[in-house]
């Protein structure tokens, strides 16, 4: 134990971690990377990660540095005295070398590291580990079941009681589909079931749901305002963050996952099932869209993931159906937050005219929620779906559902904030589209803003199996600044976002090609 | 591109980090551990990761707070106007993803690999996902030869020209073990051969050949320090990172493999010849211990090992001959810097008296080398290392070594700092020592302040085999303060680091244990 002075760093670095003086950390046997407790002279103490400093300069023999998430656990006064002293390695650092090793935890081991990454005890370096692990190794059913429920658990857990809740979740992967909840919501909710449709914010997409849904009406709802409004006006689309649900979920994807682009397949079971328990759901129905460039490539994983969903529904006692749904091209016509939000509203409006990929999508989805719900009878759900939608019941339900939400009922497709930067880009040939890639009108649409800049993205003009003519417009770009429209310019140049080809598929010019053909 | 004030935060973290708050990171499409560049108005610039905080107070908009790490790049001044831009994920970057993902990378991939490492390029989190995934997948021997070169390649390069050197490396895990150096590198010296043995500091163990040694003279040495004294003096024992020879080892351990207390193969294999292969070894011996608690525990995976060993070192031109010793139990009868190099002392100067498990190994391994390096036939290696021992010649040897790198070559056992405070254990029964536990003596010693606190460590006065009556000193432990004697002493209250047995293996007293026997 060494008594030093408090030195009040005054940043944030995302990491309970204290900065020590070589000199000071070896008289009392601390190497970089161990735990130290910093104790108080009331008693107070907090335990953080300690680096080690050989520098007088940036950090002076006699004091201990300390980083402003540090002084949030325990206020910690410039100059104060406080004594410092080495604790030992918690078990959730060994479950995590555990992991790594032997590939498997127990249940109540995946609980203990689950709450320590809440607690803000792992080291980065610790919680990167863990994930690759988990994509090395994978993790089995019981595993799987431990990481959703103490996901859950260690965030707030929504009540609904006896009311039976549905909902409708999508791995995603495909862009266009952040809006299909701003139709099944209402049409779900206009049925009299409830639906408190929580979500993340995009991580790598140009727009999650609730991105887009923040174009309408404010998404950052507290626990008790999901559970009012969504049991007063049918249905919410609300920001899981803001109410606390699986907020563990959010720290592996901002730490490790999203700077190591990882996206080990048990988190993504784990993420979307501990929201849904966190959330109070009971029965729901689970998108899994399935095509080149989407999140899940091939048919045979939907079908492996979609049975592995239905049994942690199961274990969780979250009745669960899988649709496996086309994910081969964007869902839609329109890409990026304001965009997509603009084409669910004018659809809502106009009773159901639009692009009939997000259309068919949506009804079918809602369908099977309608059926779940026991809202209507086996066979008929989309059926109703549609009805709700196409009598203009599902627009008077999103209104009320806006207006719950704290945004305006009466907003109009046209008062939505689209990027005044455009530029459009033209067929260089005329044929059939053979491609809409998916990855590249991701890319665009991300280099364009989206999805912070809410009035970024991309239109896309054609789709599989349209007939273009040369210099006929294809996509068109958005933008809210001139650079960013530049920058989505020339990453389309780079890429093929819409593929066009004729009935001649290939024409050779160099002779030593396709040699058999010219001679 | 974004103009920011620059914010100098008085502290180092080990990672190249600048802070931005998140209004001005969102203007421009910064997400947390982006990779931004910072640009002076003079043009010159530093790439960094992005934190992002939201905090007004800790990290105000319009500014960007910059580590220490960063101005030791570029000096950037307080206040100073740069502008600040979000650049690409480097490659190397990709490469972590690509080695979790596919488990190998080609030799180029290895090389722009390491040198990111090198230069501080990689985060944390990502160099914790690389080291993991070496830990998971491994990597075959030309990834390994790669790794090996390209961690040599980026440090120092020590040239010896046409001079035939030796040097003799262990894979470690035995305590005790630090101080065959001592032995073995003036007894080749005196036999006119050239061993510049370079090591590194201990990072589980109580005691590294360097901690060693630097209780009897300094062993930073400069890399033209170690050429020029080990041709003039035949050899030296000097600090691998002070010569900054295979720097990326050090990097590794201290972001990573310390505090996840990981140790992948491949990166033994890297971490020792990388070493070699910069200090300009021509020929060596390579020791791997063997037993329950060494760092390798099976003949089997010794002698894979050993087979990988030789391989490596054909194809890196240093001619390797493998030895497989016993590592069951701690070497000599010492453990901790100080008790180590006085052990190696004593033998010295008693010309060959002292632990035969020190002696018959140092002569065993320095045999080798004899006749590797061509001073000794095939055959007389040992016989000539004993010669040299037990002649005198060897610490004659050891005095001009320790001169040659600064310390007192008149230096005497008794007067190196040995801890004053003592606790002695004793036996609780009679019987015969069936076990020295490793881990118990490693954790004891620590616990005790080694290898920080030279004085510490631990005296083994009974090892296997040996009788013992009850009440007899079985361990004394030595430390620096009464605080860490007694810390030390709950450790070894808690483990058992003497097993004492007595020809009755086992006694009942519990009718239902043991059953067959009792009745």
């Known amino acids: 134990m060494v008594s030093l002075k408090v030195r009040r760093l005054p940043v944030e670095i995302g990491e309970l971690r204290v900065v ?23 008693g107070s103490q907090v335990v953080a990660l300690a680096s080690v400093s050989s520098s007088e300069d940036v950090s002076p023999p006699g004091q201990v540095g300390v980083f402003a998430d540090v002084v949030k656990k325990l206020p910690l006064n410039e100059g104060e005295v406080v004594s410092v002293e080495v604790v030992p390695t918690p078990q959730s650092a060994g479950l995590v070398r555990k992991k790594v090793l032997e590939g498997k935890l127990t249940p109540q081991e995946v609980s203990l590291l689950i709450k320590d990454v809440y607690e803000g005890v792992l080291s980065d370096v610790e919680l990167a580990a863990f994930v690759t692990a988990l994509q090395l190794h994978g993790a089995d059913m019981d595993e799987v079941e431990a990481l959703t429920r103490s996901m859950a658990e260690v965030g707030t857990m929504l009540d609904f009681g006896d009311t039976l809740t549905v909902d409708k979740h999508s791995v995603g992967g495909v862009p266009g589909n952040s809006k299909d909840a ?15 449709k929580t979500s993340t914010r995009a991580i790598m997409s140009p727009a999650g749901t609730v991105d887009t849904m923040e174009v309408l009406a404010p998404v950052d709802l507290k626990p008790e305002e999901i559970v009012e409004l969504s049991k007063k ?14 907020p563990v979920d959010g720290i592996l994807i901002e730490k490790v996952e999203y700077p190591l682009s990882l996206d080990p397949e048990c988190l993504i079971y784990a993420s979307i099932m501990s929201k849904k328990l966190a959330a109070g759901v009971k029965r729901m129905v689970l998108d ?41 091209q964007p869902i839609g016509r329109y890409v990026g937050p304001a965009l997509e939000a603009k084409e669910a509203l004018e659809i809502l409006m106009s009773k159901g005219k639009g692009s009939r990929s997000i259309i068919e999508k949506s009804l079918t989805l809602a369908g099977i929620l309608l059926e779940m719900g026991g809202a209507a009878p086996v066979g008929y759900g989309e059926r109703m779906a549609r009805e709700i939608l196409e009598s203009g019941r599902a627009y008077e339900k999103m209104r009320e559902i806006i207006e719950a939400q704290g ?18 880009l033209t067929a260089k040939m005329s044929g059939y589209v053979v491609a809409v890639s998916n990855r590249a009108i991701v890319r665009i649409a991300r280099a364009a803003g989206a999805p912070r800049d809410k009035g970024a993205g991309v239109r896309i003009y054609a789709k599989r199996g349209d007939r273009v ?13 001139e650079s ?15 593929r066009v080809e004729g009935m001649v598929l290939e024409v050779f010019r160099d002779r030593t090609i396709g040699k058999e053909i010219v001679e």
Chains 1, 2 share one sequence.
């Open 20 to 42: 020590l003086n070589r000199a000071d950390a070896e008289k009392v046997g601390i190497s970089p990377h161990d735990r130290v407790r910093i104790v108080r002279a009331d």
């Open 182 to 196: 701003l139709l099944i919501v209402p049409i779900v909710a206009a049925a009299g079931l409830v639906i408190p």
């Open 233 to 246: 006006v049918g249905g919410v689309i609300a920001w899981a963050a803001s109410a606390n649900l699986s």
């Open 288 to 328: 899994i869209p399935v095509g080149p460039e989407a999140k899940v490539e091939s048919l045979k994983d939907a079908r492996r993931m979609g049975r592995n969903f239905v049994e942690l529904g199961e274990r969780l006692n979250i009745l669960t159906q899988v649709a496996i749904s086309y994910g081969g």
């Open 407 to 424: 945004g305006d009922p009466d907003v109009k497709p046209e008062d939505l904030p689209i990027g005044e930067h455009k530029a459009v």
């Open 469 to 481: 003519e040369a210099g006929e417009a294809v996509i068109e770009i958005f933008a809210e600044s």
């Open 484 to 498: 960013k429209l530049q920058a989505a310019v020339e990453v389309a140049k780079s890429m093929e976002p819409i």
